[in-house]
C-alpha cells in the first residue's frame, strides 16, 4: 500500500513514521518541536451508527451512541461518568481513549473537549458549541437539520481562532462512532470515487453495507429539494463533527498555527470539506494516525488524502503484539485502529516532548491494569 519512511531524527522521534510526503512531514516535524501545544477532542454521535452491522465501537448498535461521551469522561477522569463502564467493543477490547490518556499523562499539553452534538451531555467541564446537534440518518438524507453545518462551522471556526491565540500547533481528535460512514457521505457527495476506502473499526470492514447507505442517501438528495452546496451535502450525508473540525481547522490556520489532524480515514473528509470551501492550508496541516490504520489492507488513507487535500501523513508505529493483555493485541488483528486522537496526540507527545514508544506502552499497560482491577472492562481479560 505504501512505503513506510522511519523518521531519521534522534530517539525522540524514532517511533514515527513518514508514511506520505516525507519530506513535507520532515519540515513539519522540525518547525513544530519544543512548540507550544493545545489538544482538542471533538465528539459528537449520529444515528447512522445504530445501523447494525455499522459501528463496533460499543457493546450495541445503540450503545454506539453513548461512546463519545463515555471515552471523553474516561480520558478526563479515568472513568465514565455517565455510566459505569468503560467504552469497548463486543470483544472487550478498550476505546483508543486508553492511548491518548496514556499520551496525555506523560506531556504538559493541555487539552480540551469540543461537544458538537453528542447524544448525552459529558458530564465534564467542556466547550459546546451553541448549535451542537445530534446527527441523524445519512440513508434517509438527514445528517443535519437545515442551516445546522454552516453555523456548527462558523463556531468553530471562531473556536479555532480564540484557541490557537499565542498557540503553535493544535491537535485535533474526534470520537464520532458510525464517522467512517458519513465521512464516506461526505465525500461521496462532494464527487470523489472513495467508494472501498475507508477505514472501519472492526477487521472485517462493511463496504458494502456503507456505501448502500450512502447510496440511498444520494438518490434522495438528488430527487429532493435538498440544497447541493458544501453545507446541503454534510447536511444530507453528514455528521456535526467533520463539519465542526473543518472549521477549527480555518480558525487556527488563520492565526498561522499549525494542525495535526489527528484520525484515520475519516480525516479525508474534513479535507474535502476544506477544499471545497477553498481554505488555503499553507503547509501547516499534517494528518497523524497510528501504524495500524497505515497497514490496514481494507482501506486506504494515501488514495484518500492524495484525491482531496493532498497533506503529508505520519503514523505512529505502537506494537502492541507482546502485550501481557489480550484486550491490546486485538489492536495487531485489526481491531479499533484509531479514534479520540490516539496516533495524533501520540506524535505530539513525542515530538514536543520527547516522550518514546516504550513510554507510552507501558503507560498504557499500567492504566489498563487499574481498568481491570476497578472491573471496568466486560468480562475477565487473558494474561500471558
Not at 470539506?273 to 494515501?302: E, Q
Amino acid at each position: 500500500m505504501c512505503t513506510w519512511i522511519p523518521y531519521p531524527g534522534g530517539s525522540t522521534v524514532r517511533d514515527l513514521i513518514l508514511v506520505h510526503k516525507p519530506n513535507e512531514a520532515r519540515r513539519f516535524i522540525e518547525e513544530v518541536k519544543d512548540s507550544r501545544a493545545i489538544a482538542l477532542y471533538v465528539i459528537g454521535s449520529t444515528l447512522t451508527s445504530t445501523i447494525p452491522g455499522i459501528s463496533v465501537a460499543g457493546a450495541s448498535p445503540k450503545a454506539t451512541l453513548y461512546t463519545p461521551a463515555l471515552d471523553v469522561e474516561y480520558l478526563v477522569t479515568g472513568k465514565p461518568l455517565n455510566m459505569d463502564v468503560v467504552p469497548v467493543t463486543p470483544e472487550g477490547i478498550p476505546t483508543p481513549a486508553i492511548i491518548t490518556r496514556a499520551s496525555l499523562k506523560l506531556v504538559d499539553i493541555p487539552y480540551l473537549v469540543v461537544n458538537t452534538g453528542s447524544y448525552i451531555e459529558p458530564r465534564i467541564p467542556h466547550v459546546a458549541l451553541p448549535s451542537r446537534c445530534v446527527g441523524g440518518l445519512i440513508n434517509e438524507c438527514e445528517g443535519l437539520p437545515k442551516g445546522v453545518a454552516n453555523k456548527l462551522f462558523r463556531e468553530s471556526e471562531s473556536l479555532g481562532k480564540s484557541i490557537s491565540r499565542g498557540v503553535d500547533v493544535v491537535i485535533i481528535g474526534e470520537s464520532i462512532p458510525g464517522g467512517t460512514t458519513t465521512a464516506l457521505g461526505i465525500l461521496a457527495g462532494l464527487g470523489y470515487e472513495a467508494w472501498g476506502l475507508v477505514s472501519s473499526s472492526g477487521p472485517r470492514n462493511p463496504h458494502e453495507l456503507k456505501e448502500k447507505i450512502v447510496k440511498e442517501g444520494l438518490e434522495v438528495l438528488r430527487k429532493g429539494d435538498v440544497k447541493s452546496d458544501i453545507f446541503g451535502v454534510i447536511e444530507c450525508l453528514g455528521d456535526p463533527v467533520h463539519v465542526s473540525i473543518a472549521g477549527l481547522v480555518k480558525g487556527v490556520v488563520s492565526n498561522d498555527a499549525r494542525v495535526i489532524l489527528a484520525g484515520g480515514t475519516q480525516m479525508s473528509a474534513v479535507l474535502a470539506i476544506l477544499k471545497s470551501l477553498n481554505v488555503k492550508l499553507r503547509d501547516r496541516l499534517v494528518i497523524g494516525t497510528t501504524k495500524w490504520i497505515i497497514r490496514d489492507d481494507t482501506s486506504n488513507i494515501i488514495k484518500l488524502v492524495s484525491m482531496t487535500y493532498d497533506v503529508p501523513i505520519i503514523a505512529f508505529n505502537f506494537d502492541f503484539s507482546r502485550s501481557r493483555y489480550e484486550g491490546l493485541k486485538y489492536y495487531e488483528r485489526g481491531y479499533v485502529k484509531e479514534g479520540v486522537g490516539a496516533g495524533g496526540t501520540a506524535i505530539a507527545a513525542s515530538v514536543i516532548n520527547g516522550v518514546s514508544a516504550e513510554d507510552i506502552i507501558r503507560e498504557v499497560h499500567e492504566e489498563y491494569s487499574r481498568l481491570l482491577s476497578m472491573g471496568g472492562l466486560h468480562g475477565e481479560d487473558k494474561t500471558h
